[in-house]
């Protein structure tokens, strides 16, 4: 195997680590800790693990956690009040919903209610806009885990990499290609209607795999030496077992043998994940309190 791993757990800690030292300073300083609301809807098995993790990890770095555990037949008008409370809230500085919702239910109406100061997932249209236009601002913190991955094993300066993304979601593609053009990259967004794909991917000197099929990228995508960022995350039934497992949108098996730089699925990019949102709360508090 030629590829180091990048350990996103271990990047994880040292992120939470420092933002519980941030929330220590807080407490000292300005006599108060930051408070994130958590709101999950019905009682998807997957949803509750994530939620239970965010919950926890709050916990260890100090921020306060509020849940909200609402029935999965709520209407929308129910919903969309609980989220408009919370945003005219004072005491709260961040506001997550748990998504994807219940058949039936709005998201992206809720989301846009969410007070952008509060937008810790980074999803709303004005978070989404400051992003695109480079202005101080809560980003998404999928791909902020991604970049910050990335500079693990390349260096803080990824100015002239060529990068491209495979996937054009709002939640990923999309907001990670304005990531990496901040940082003077040349990025690609590649999808289910670009030609050439495996060509276009063996380009890039950071390749990152958001497209949600698993095992889709093979070896021969891969340019050697390449960083090899892997968001997917897909449960698939294990050969003559009924158990499943986890498996990202790259082939790590081989990919790892042409790589210079891998996340593993799971420990890669999901820790750094929940990290990004614990330092997004203690930025929401500091930027609307002018700290």
């Known amino acids: ?67 909200y555990l609402l029935p999965a037949d709520i209407a929308q008008t129910e919903l969309e009040a609980k989220i408009t ?27 846009e209610l969410i007070d952008p100061q509060k937008d810790v997932d980074g999803l709303s249209e004005i978070s989404i806009g400051k992003l695109a236009l480079g202005k101080l601002g809560l980003r998404a913190c999928t791909p902020l885990g991604v970049v910050i991955l990335a500079k693990t094993a390349l260096g803080n300066n990824l100015s002239g990499k060529n990068v491209v993304v495979i996937g054009r ?5 999309k907001p990670v290609a304005f990531l990496f053009l901040q940082e003077n990259c ?38 050697a030496g390449a960083c090899v960022i892997d968001v997917g995350i897909n449960r698939v039934a294990i050969e003559n077992s009924p158990k499943t497992k986890l498996v990202g ?20 990019v999901g ?7 614990m330092a997004n709360t203690v930025m929401a508090a500091k930027l609307r309190r002018n700290i």
């Open 249 to 268: 949108d790259v082939d790590f098996e081989e990919a790892k043998d042409i790589a210079g730089f891998i996340t593993p699925v799971p420990g890669g």
């Open 271 to 277: 820790p750094m994940t929940i990290a990004c949102l």
């Open 85 to 111: 409370e919370l945003s005219q809230n004072p005491q709260i500085d961040g506001i997550l919903v748990q998504l994807p919702l219940p058949e039936g239910l709005n998201a992206e109406k809720v989301i």
């Open 186 to 223: 040349t990025v690609t967004i590649a999808h289910s209607k670009t030609e050439n794909l495996p060509q276009i991917c063996k380009t890039a000197d950071i390749l990152v795999a958001a497209v949600g099929q698993p095992n889709m990228v093979k070896a021969d995508w891969v340019k």
């Open 1 to 67: 195997m030629n590829a180091q791993i990048i350990d996103g757990k271990h990047q994880a800690s040292l992120l939470n680590q420092k933002t519980k030292t941030d929330v220590e300073i807080l407490v000292a300083k300005h006599g108060f800790a930051p408070s994130l609301a958590v709101v999950l809807v019905g009682h998807d098995p997957a949803s509750e693990v994530y939620v239970r993790n965010k919950v926890r990890t709050a916990k260890e770095i100090g921020i306060n956690s509020l849940e």
């Open 169 to 173: 979601s709002n939640l990923v593609g």
